[in-house]
């Protein structure tokens, strides 16, 4: 039977996760703007950890409140702020 948990994880700069706690991780829900992003200005750090969840295997998604563009827009905000996903 697959379980699923939900757990809240916070990170600051300079925070990092022990080998035994990414075995534990299957995967984050990222949030867009504040967290990958403000405005048109990638927050410093961001591609970083991405690029370090990536080499882990850990799989991300990403997810947002906003309800003013549609994911087909998001998806064009996120390419010119040279970010790879799709919808």
Do not use: H
Not at 63 to 81: C, D, M, P, Q, W
């Amino acid at each position: 039977r697959y379980r699923s948990q939900l757990v809240g994880v916070s990170f600051s700069e300079g925070d990092e996760l022990t080998v035994e706690q990414s075995l534990n991780i299957r995967g984050f829900l990222i949030d867009l703007d504040g967290v990958l992003y403000v405005g048109g200005d990638v927050i410093p750090g961001a591609r970083e950890a991405l690029d370090e969840l990536r080499r882990r295997g850990i799989q991300r998604r990403f997810v947002t409140n906003t309800t003013t563009r549609t994911a087909s827009a998001l998806v064009e905000k996120l390419g010119k702020l040279r970010w790879c996903v799709t919808a």
